[in-house]
Structures are given as C-alpha cells and as structure tokens.
C-alpha cells in the first residue's frame, strides 16, 4: 500500500520543468572568477586571527525567552508553518501514520518533515490522554539535533528542555516535561543499552535515514528486533529526503511508503564553466563574488574539513572590511560549522547578525541535512567531503578527500531554498555531476565496526552474525570485530561480555580508548590518562604550521615538553595540556593571552576549550564508574605530570593495550616494522620523536599513508612492554605475532 500526496505545482522542478531549469542555469552558468571586481590577490595571505571567547550565556539568553515572547513568535511562525508541504497534507499523513505499525515516508528537502510530523504526534498526544510515552527523533549529528529542538520549541511556544528537549552527546536539553526529544542516534542507543525495550518512548522517529550512518543501521536493526519481539506496540517512522524507499520498507515487511511532494521553494543550480585547482580560493571568490552581486542573504559553503574551513574563515575575515569599504557592500562576517566544535561554539552560527552584514558560513558535511540556518539563501558547494576509511585487516583508518554523491549535492543546495528561493552555486562542471555516485556509501561498508559489535553484546546480543542488520557487514569484519574486542579483555572466551566490557561500553569512547582509561583507573594514573584521551578526543588539536614556520614552531614545542623530546607525542600533549590548563586556564589568564600562546605553538586555541569540556565530561563518567578515591583520581590535587620515569612508563602502559595493534619494533637498520603487518612504517615529521635517536619500540594512534606509510602520534615504548601487552594475545588471536 503506497501513497503519494501531491504539492504545490509550483514547487517542483520535474520532468519538462527541470529540463528548463537545468537550461536556465546553463545560460546563467557563472564563471566567477574570469572578471574579478576586486583584485584582492596580494590580501589573501594565510594569517591566524585570534579566536574569541564564545559566550554560552548568548546561546543560553537565544534560548530561553518569556512566555509572552514564546507565545508571540509561535502565532508568527504558524504562518510559516501552514505553508509547508507536510503541513498542508496533515490530515492525509496522520491517517497513514496511525493506521500502521511502521511507515516510511519521502519528502524533498524543507517540505517540513523533521519539524512537522513530530509536532503532528506531539498534539496527538496531547489529545489522547491515553497515550504514555514520548517521540525520539533521531539526527545523524549534533548540530541537528539542537538546531531541530531549538526551531520547533519556538514553533511549539516553549523554551528548549521544557515541552521540547534535545539530547546529544556531552550536553542534555531535556526536562521531566520533554514529551519530544530530538537526539543523536549515538544518544538513542545509549539510552536502549540502560533500558533495553526503550519504554520511555510510544514512537521512534529515524530521520535522514538515507545517511546510512552506522549507528542509525544499527537502531534500524533494534527497533526491527523490538517490533517484532516485546514492544509490538512501538510506532516507527523512517523519513528520508532520496528515493530509498523500497529498501527500508522491505526491511519492515513491505511498510507503507508515503511521498509528500512538494519543496516549498526553488533552488536555481549553477556550474563552473571550467574546473578550478585550488578549493579554498574557488570558495573565496565565489563567495566575495555573491558579496559583490547578489541580493541579501547570508552564505553557506561546504568544504571538505576543518582545515580548509580554518583556511577560509581566517582569509575572509582578513579582507572583508576592505571590501566593504571599497564596494559598500555588506561586511561578511565568517564563521566555521565543523564537528569537533563544542555545541556553543557551533549555536554562533545560527545567532542573526546585526547591522549591514552578511554571514559566510563555511562548513564540513555536519549542514548537510535537516539543518536551516536562517538567512541563507546561497550555497557554494566544493563538491567535497572527507571520510575515514577503515582498513579491516590493518586495524588503522585513514582520513580521504572524496567528491560527493548526487545525493549529498542535492541536500546541500537544499539550504538555500529554506525561506524563500535560492541560488546554488557548485564548484564544478555540469557533466561532472552526473558522474558523480547517485548515493553516498552506507558508513558500515567503511567502518570499524568494533564499537557497534561491543554495543550489540552490551544489550545481550550473542548470535552477532545472524541479527538483524539493516546491511549486514562482511563475515570477516565482523570476526575481527569480535576478535579486537577479545583482545581488549571485552569478551571471554565463550564470547560473551565481561565486566570490562560492560564498562567499556558505558564510556562515550571508542573500545580502545576506553579500555586505556581502565586499564589507567588499575594502575593509578587516570587523572593523567584522562587529560591525554581528552586531547585525542578533539581533532586537529594540533594544527599544521606553515612550512616557513615549521622549524620555529617545532622549536618552541619541543624546548617546552622536555619529557615528550624523549617518550613522544602522547606525553607532549600532556605537557602542552598541563601548560595551558594549570598555568594560563587556572589562574584566570585573559583569553588573548592564552590564544596567543597557542599561535605560538600552532595549536588550536578554541580546540583547547573544548579538550577542557570533554575532559570534564570524561571525568564525570569515570566517577560513576570506577571507585575514583583509589586510583590517583583526585579533584583537588594538582594532577600535573611529575615527571619521573615510572610515571610515564605506566601512563604509556595504558595506552599500549588499547593500541598494542599500533605499534612497530625498532630494526638495526633504524627503520621500523609493524607489529601485525611486517611492513616498514617511519615516524611522521610532524611528531616530536622524528629527530630522536632509535626508539626500541613505537606505538601510534594514527597511520597516514602518502608516499609511504607514516606513523602519526608517537610514543617510545620498550620491547618487554610489547611482549606483555601481545604476548598474550598471540594465543587468543592466533593472527599477531611479534616478527
Ligand atoms: N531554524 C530555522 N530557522 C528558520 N526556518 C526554519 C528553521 N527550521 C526550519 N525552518 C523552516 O521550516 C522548513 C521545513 O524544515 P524541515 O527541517 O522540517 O524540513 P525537512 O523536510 O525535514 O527538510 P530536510 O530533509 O532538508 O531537513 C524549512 O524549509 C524552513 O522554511
């Protein structure tokens, strides 16, 4: 049983009219950068600006409003709210939705499903007093999840946390009067790992299913286990943005499918004329172009990482007042929208602007979907994004620079046509994109799936093979999964979870790290360990010098860390991390002084803050879990690195059993060779043991491949600690040896 609702006719470009607005952005396809209004060339120039403090107490005042106000803005936003799509076929949908156990329904991109049905069943349940429990909707990232909570408590007249709350990893908007929580699906499954039927909830939402992460494979999976087993009174709803419809329905037994047609507002598409070479600078003049050109309304562009997107904002920033004045065209304001910012830091971007301005937006793939960000009304696409790809047999995974799918293009120029039509503007040529892949990969065909496995056996999952997997790994992945997690004293021998494995599991990390802070809470150095795994916890701390800096920043890191020069990279950080948190953190040292004392070092100063948020948040889990008063976990007492031998050795101890796989043994001929593999590997130049005399031993915790194999992140470790930590697992795994 399908059914279709029919949308606007103005609304779609289809068939005959797509062909004409596909000619249409033909004609109009913008070269931006054959005439250049600005020749800006000798001001782009890669300098760090100073990062500023960023006040939660904004996002907090953004937030929480009086009741008046909330009232108010709820009556204005109902206007909106009647114009869309799925609010429009209410009605219709409703019927579908109640009538069957799971529905799965399509809509295009703002049509309004991730704002509106949930509210839909919120008034149901107000309606019915005899309906218990709440809706989950589930977002494949943070950022959505508290911009979805945020936008619908005003649309429902409430603050965030009261009626409408937002779950997400390291921050909780939710109160005892949350009927409706938006939350990470990473959030989802921790809540079914405490309880099993997920009885808090009547109805679970998977939105963006088509994004295929792990994690939501993997919900999709449960809830299929729980329909078909004790909560056969759970409501299930998949919504996706792409036509892979038939593949959730037949999941869910042939499940009605529902298309709501409809995009509230037109999206034109323009292409380059030719390919540029350098990304960051095609970006840069397209979006000074738009300054120069367009209408009002802020920009949103995709880049593939963090440090193109550092790039850029730093590059806007610098020559944006000049612009302004020579042009009189609005100031741009840049800001950054990447993953590894805390939940403040992302909220900036979302906060209206005073004055005449325009927001640059520069972000990773984490605005693809769900998010509206107010204002935008063009996209500039590079047409890329960055995966972690995971090589199974190599235990190791490496970060690659891909294009895009059709899919994920279509999703990102759907940010411009949230509230009113918008232009889009792609970095590359239009045959380029019909070559480009019609979906995106689901995660789980690249992933390390020990996470997902442990979570599995968490929940008392034994038969792993045979559950019920949305897509179900290769056999062999999932044999190294177990094995990985044998290995890390997760599992026993009959395969079932032990003690340390239930507590791996309750940590928010993945297995290896959190079997380091075990293994760190046994032999009394946890505050220390936990200060290195909150650093490795935020990526990029660490940031690339320029090469004509290099040496001076390699200097100054290395004249500072005396213990890091001889044990690595793990007790660097630990030094660096003492530096800034004792001495320029503790003793209340003004923010300028501590972000220039990072640009000294080439360090990410915001990176810094948020090493002290997730360090907080580590420290908390491991008071619940571990008796803290026995094993050198003191809140009082100054934790800094002492300094002697025994110390480190054992904090690098703890690390070698969760990364004893990471690891390369020293060779007469100064070079080293992996442990599982036999392959050679060399230290990377980034690392402060490159210019050290000949270690006995490495351990890494990341492994690029460019020319050659480079171990990132090194520490010195000696070959009896190898023999110990591997030594027994020769048996276990049977695959390890030491050559
Ligand atoms: N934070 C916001 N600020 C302003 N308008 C918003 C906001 N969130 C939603 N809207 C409005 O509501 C519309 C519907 O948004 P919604 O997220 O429900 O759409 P959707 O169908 O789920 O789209 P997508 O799949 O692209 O996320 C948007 O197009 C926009 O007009």
């Keep these: 049983m399908h059914g279709k609702i029919p949308g606007p006719a103005k609304s779609r470009a289809s068939g005959k009219n797509k062909k004409n607005a596909s000619k249409k952005a033909n004609n109009k396809a913008i070269n931006p950068f054959k005439k250049r209004n600005n020749d800006k060339e000798n001001t782009i120039t890669f300098q760090e600006v100073a990062e500023e403090d960023i006040e939660d107490d904004e996002f907090d005042r953004f937030k929480h409003q009086s009741n008046k106000n909330l009232k108010t803005r709820a009556n204005e936003l109902l206007n909106v709210r009647k114009t869309l799509p799925v609010f429009k076929n209410k009605d219709e949908i409703m019927k579908y939705i109640n009538k069957n156990q799971v529905t799965?329904?399509?809509?295009?991109?703002?049509?309004g499903k991730s704002t509106q049905i949930p509210q839909f069943l919120l008034d149901e349940l107000y309606k019915n007093k005899k309906i218990h429990g709440s809706i989950a909707v589930t977002q494949p990232r943070r950022v959505a999840a508290v911009n979805l909570a945020t936008r619908v408590s005003q649309e429902h007249g409430c603050n965030v946390g009261d009626q409408v709350g937002y779950s997400v990893r390291f921050d909780n908007s939710t109160s005892?009067?949350?009927?409706l929580k938006y939350l990470t699906d990473g959030m989802l499954l921790r809540e079914l790992m405490m309880d099993k039927e997920l009885k808090e909830y009547n109805t679970v939402i998977i939105d963006e299913a088509h994004e295929r992460t792990v994690l939501t494979d993997l919900i999709l999976g449960f809830l299929k286990y729980l329909l078909n087993g004790k909560r056969k009174d759970l409501k299930v709803i998949v919504m996706s943005a792409t036509l892979q419809a038939d593949k959730f329905s037949s999941f869910f037994d042939n499940a009605p499918i529902l298309f709501v047609e409809g995009r509230k507002f037109n999206v034109s598409?323009?292409?380059?004329?030719?390919p540029c070479d350098d990304i960051v600078d095609a970006v840069i003049r397209c979006c000074v172009q738009i300054n120069l050109r367009e209408a009002t309304g802020d920009v949103l562009c995709f880049l593939p990482g963090q440090e193109e997107i550092d790039k850029a904002v730093t590059i806007i920033n610098k020559i944006a007042e000049e612009i302004q004045k020579e042009n009189s065209v609005p100031l741009m304001i840049a800001s950054p929208l990447y993953a590894a910012l805390s939940p403040s830091q992302q909220a900036q971007v979302f906060l209206p602007l005073k004055g005449?301005?325009?927001?640059?937006?520069?972000?990773?793939?984490?605005?693809?979907?769900?998010?509206?960000?107010?204002g935008v009304r063009y996209v500039v696409d590079s047409g890329l994004r960055k995966v972690k790809v995971w090589r199974h047999q190599l235990g190791l995974a490496t970060l690659l620079t891909v294009p895009i799918s059709q899919a994920s293009a279509m999703q990102r120029s759907g940010r411009a046509g949230r509230e009113d039509e918008g232009k889009s503007f792609r970095l590359y040529c239009e045959q380029d994109f019909s070559k480009l892949p019609t979906q995106t990969e689901p995660e789980i065909a690249r992933s390390d799936i020990t996470s997902p496995v442990l979570l599995l056996k968490k929940v008392g999952i034994d038969d792993i093979l045979n559950w019920t997997w949305f897509e179900k790994p290769g056999k062999d992945e999932l044999v190294t999964g177990l094995q990985e997690l044998y290995q890390l004293?997760?599992?026993?021998?009959?395969?079932?979870?032990?003690?340390?494995?239930n507590q791996m599991a309750l940590l928010p990390l993945q297995p290896h790290l959190s079997s380091v802070l075990i293994k760190a809470s046994e032999m009394g150095c946890l505050s220390q360990v936990i200060d290195i795994v909150s650093c490795l916890s935020v990526e990029n701390l660490l940031l690339n010098p320029q090469p004509e800096e290099r040496d001076v920043v390699n200097e100054r890191r290395y004249s500072l860390c005396i213990y890091g020069r001889r044990f690595g990279d793990l007790i660097m950080l630990k030094e660096l991390f003492d530096v800034y948190f004792y001495e320029l953190n503790k003793q209340n040292h003004a923010s300028g002084e501590k972000s220039e004392w990072c640009k000294q070092l080439c360090i990410s100063y915001r990176g810094f803050k948020n090493v002290v948020k997730v360090r907080e948040q580590i420290r908390l889990y491991c008071k619940k879990l571990f008796d803290t008063n026995q094993n050198g976990y003191d809140d009082e007492t100054d934790n800094k690195l002492k300094g002697n031998e025994e110390e480190i050795h054992s904090i690098l101890k703890c690390f070698l059993t969760g990364f004893s796989k990471n690891t390369a043994i020293g060779m007469p001929d100064r070079s080293y060779r992996t442990v599982t593999t036999g392959e050679t590997i060399s230290v990377h130049p980034s690392s402060m043991l490159f210019l050290n005399k000949h270690c006995p031993g490495i351990m890494y915790t990341e492994y690029v491949?460019?020319?050659?194999?480079?171990?990132?992140n090194v520490s010195r470790i000696e070959l009896s600690w190898l023999q110990e930590a591997v030594g027994n697992n020769i048996s276990a795994v049977g695959k390890t040896k030491i050559l």
């Design 269 to 274: 598409q323009y292409y380059l004329k030719a």
């Design 104 to 111: 799965v329904l399509i809509g295009e991109t703002g049509s």
């Design 705 to 712: 491949f460019t020319t050659k194999g480079y171990a990132r």
């Design 489 to 501: 004293g997760a599992l026993s021998d009959s395969g079932k979870i032990t003690n340390r494995g």
């Design 176 to 179: 005892n009067k949350t009927r």
């Design 356 to 374: 005449f301005k325009r927001k640059i937006i520069f972000s990773t793939n984490i605005a693809e979907t769900s998010v509206t960000v107010s």
